[in-house]
């Protein structure tokens, strides 16, 4: 029955806010047109439905297979890509999209190419490999300058201000953001502004720039000339509700973070869903609430190790050791603190190895650069970034392990005295 559902609803909204219908793509039968449909639908389920991106990848390898189409097959591989890193199976879903990346380029198919590129970044920045994210996100921008769509030229510029922010580089991630800002306004690509504007605001806001935070959501909504977009409407709420959480509007943070947690299960968006709950527990940890706000953290925690998201399990472990520590539960103190300590390894284990995973796409772009007309501008930047963060996670990975068991032992030696 679930499944019936979701195929109804994915009929209605593809309908509703697209061109083209899922039903009118099915019945399609000339390729090009097919491949065009689908690109169309694409754009717009990344954005609204993440579960869509399943049957529409399925439909066009289907048809792909029967029409002996290698376009559509390896765009039906790029869909499937996409679908699995966003439920959070990087593994085949970095599978996928490297297929796709490795005809695209055999191709020269810049377009595609720099959106291959650009999704591998965001699967990077979703595991927490913010150094191997932005080298991804850079391989896009400079392949985007070969593609004859305009807006590649500037299509993973948000993604790289978004990485700057998590690497703690505020000056890069405003001017990176505020071009891509520029740009979006001069093509007059209005949800792409608001989008800047939000990213703008919340670093405005952690900044404690609570003025410029406040004009820049201001000119957010405002960007927004229709609620359609999911979202980009979730988005706007969750700003809206740091900036009054930040203000000490408990009353409209939570209004607003819960109706950024209604569109993002409409959505099927796992990170935004991670997000409000987070969102709604600090909220509750920040006024003392603490049995409310460690209700809304082992939500997050039992959802994150569903969707297999390690960076979200430790974020909400680490305010759940803090809520124990505020109860004077010792006990349930050391049972998050281990099982943090735990997923800390397990993600610096899997960084590493996809890290090492990693090598045969750079080494394949780095010997393709002479048979190509993509041009890396800075290849030895690349390597460089990619060396930086292999090493930084054999550190911490060395670290986590030798020093897991004095941690331990020193915060039950802490407890016994």
Partial sequence: MKKILSFLFLLFISRIFTQVSFKEFKQTSDASQKLTQAQALWEYYLRNNTDSLKYLAIETFNFASDKKSESLKYFSKKILGCYLVRIGNFIEGESELKAALYHHQKKEDFSNITEDLNELGISNFLKGDY????????????????????????????????????????????????????????????????????????????????????????????????????????QINSN?????????????????????????????????????????????????????????????LA?????????????????????QKEKKDKDKEIEYYRLFIDVKSQQAEFLLKNNEEQENLIEYFQENDNKSSTEIEHPSNFWSGFLVGIGSLLILLFILLFFKAKLISRENQRYDD
């Fill in 131 to 234: 150094h191997s994210a932005e080298s991804f996100f850079k391989l896009s921008l400079a392949s985007g300058k070969e593609s004859p769509n305009e807006t590649h030229r500037f299509l993973a510029e948000l993604n790289l201000a978004k990485t700057y922010d998590k690497l703690d580089l505020k000056e890069k991630a405003k001017a990176i953001a505020s071009h891509y800002l520029k740009e979006s306004l001069r093509l007059q690509k209005f949800e792409s502004v608001s989008n800047a504007y939000g990213i703008l605001g919340d670093i405005a806001l952690n900044e404690k720039k609570l003025n410029l935070a406040e004009e820049y959501l201001n000119k957010s909504l405002s960007s927004i000339k229709s609620n359609s977009n999911l979202g980009s409407t979730a």
């Fill in 240 to 300: 809206l509700g740091a900036f009054y959480a930040t203000t000490g509007n408990v009353e409209k943070a939570k209004l607003n973070f819960n109706r950024a947690l209604k569109l993002r299960v409409m959505s099927k968006n796992q990170k935004g869903i991670l997000e409000a709950y987070y969102n709604l527990g600090s909220v509750e940890y920040n006024e003392n609430n603490y049995e409310a706000a460690e209700k809304f953290f082992l939500k997050g």
């Fill in 303 to 323: 959802l994150a190790k569903e969707y297999k998201l390690l960076t979200d399990q430790i974020d909400f472990l680490e305010l759940l050791v803090e809520i």
